[in-house]
């Protein structure tokens, strides 16, 4: 059978576009293994880099932190959880980059599809499989680091009952939020198109604004209990602080920490009515009244300063940037050809989406990280002004030590990974004039 010269030049043309893009998606392919591969070596070479100073002699500042048994106590954990996170961080690259080249997402993907041909029911399935399918994988991974090396070096609390209790909870958490907004944001793809991301967008915002208001008191009581800190001279401390820099706080709870750990913390959440500080029984139990005060004094710092503020907006500002993004891409099916998947859907574009988009997240999250430090100098600084430095300085050391935390980071580690300046930078910081 003999073809016209219309009909060769059409199917010519044809298999032309079919080449150019069976080579864009090879080569998009390779970019998303490149990103992985070199964000893996820039995260073990700082962790690399960090182990080197785990042994360093203590700066005179923080010199009283640790004891001598106590110091290499501290060096061994860090030892432990550095060599242990080599272990969890190479498995999952190696997971990752088999499930690539072994087109894991194409066969999850006909698995999905097998089920249902609705567009938001296969992404559920999808996501459930991938999500479910990494928690199982990597249980045992958080089974080691809670049963063995926490409970090794004195911080475990948590029962088997209680670690898999909480993973089942997880599980349907993850299905009824994290699945209901992903259907919602799949309809507004299907109704709207490229416009979907300024519906996503909204719903993410409310949302989020939902969850900062109302996360301690609808959340937090499935895994934890609650209990407003009993009358007594803690109470007063804390209300005659409030009163002095005109914060009303009614609403101050403690939370039973101690069922999963000993490391202890304390957080500021919710506005207007639902204003409330949180206490963990273990902060209580290791810090005098007057350190806790100073602690709570650092919290208020952050409220009066309107950081909470910030860093709420700036995550909805930063969501929004995201999922524009998002929209100019998600329709071309290079994203799903590109790991493997020959059938186009928005929830395999947004897989490869944010794989591609994982060094602008780096980077973003690198300016946040500058900002929060900047925060934690300025909420230590209301602290000081308000209240008193040493006793901050005091429950800081207490917090550290009893924590086994690494006292003498490497500062390519600090820039790249703390959300808060070091114990040494903000006890030097307290001690200025």
Known sequence: MFLLPLEYLFLKRKDNETLNNDMSATILFYIIIGIIIINFIVDKVLDALNAKHFNDK?????????????????????ATK???GIITSTFSLVLTLAFLFFDGFEFVDTVARNYSTNPIITALI???????????????????????????????????????????????????????????IIWFYQVTGKYFWLYAWGLVAVFTLFMNMFYSKLIVPLFNKQ?????????DKISDYANTVGFKLDKIFVIDGSKRSTKANAYFSGFGSEKRVTLYDTLINDLEHEEIVAVLAHEVGHYKKKH???????????????????????SNPLLSEAIGVQTPSFHIGLIAFGLLYSPISEVTGLIMNVFSRKFEYQAD??????????????????LSKNSLSNLT???????MHYSHPTLLERIRNLRKN
Request: hydrophobic share 45%; glycine share 6%.
């Open 409 to 415: 980071p490497h500062p390519a580690f600090v820039f």
């Open 82 to 84: 550095y060599k242990f």
């Open 308 to 330: 909470i503020i910030f860093n709420l907006f700036a995550s909805i500002l930063l969501t929004g940037f995201t999922l524009f993004i998002l929209s100019l891409f998600i």
């Open 58 to 78: 203590l700066p005179e500042d923080i010199a009283d932190v640790y004891d001598e048994d106590e110091y290499i106590k501290s060096q061994n954990y860090k």
């Open 227 to 235: 209990t407003p800190l009993e009358y007594g001279e803690l109470r």
């Open 126 to 184: 999808f996501f459930g499989i991938i999500m479910i399918g990494s928690d199982i994988l990597t249980t045992p991974f958080s089974y080691y680091s809670t049963f063995v090396i926490e409970e090794k070096f004195g911080f475990n609390k948590t029962t088997l009952k209680t670690f898999i209790v909480d993973k089942i909870k997880g599980w349907l958490m993850m299905a009824i939020v994290g699945g209901g907004i992903l259907a919602l």
């Open 381 to 398: 600084d209301y602290a000081k002004t308000t209240y008193k430095a040493e006793p901050l300085i005091t429950s800081l050391k207490k």
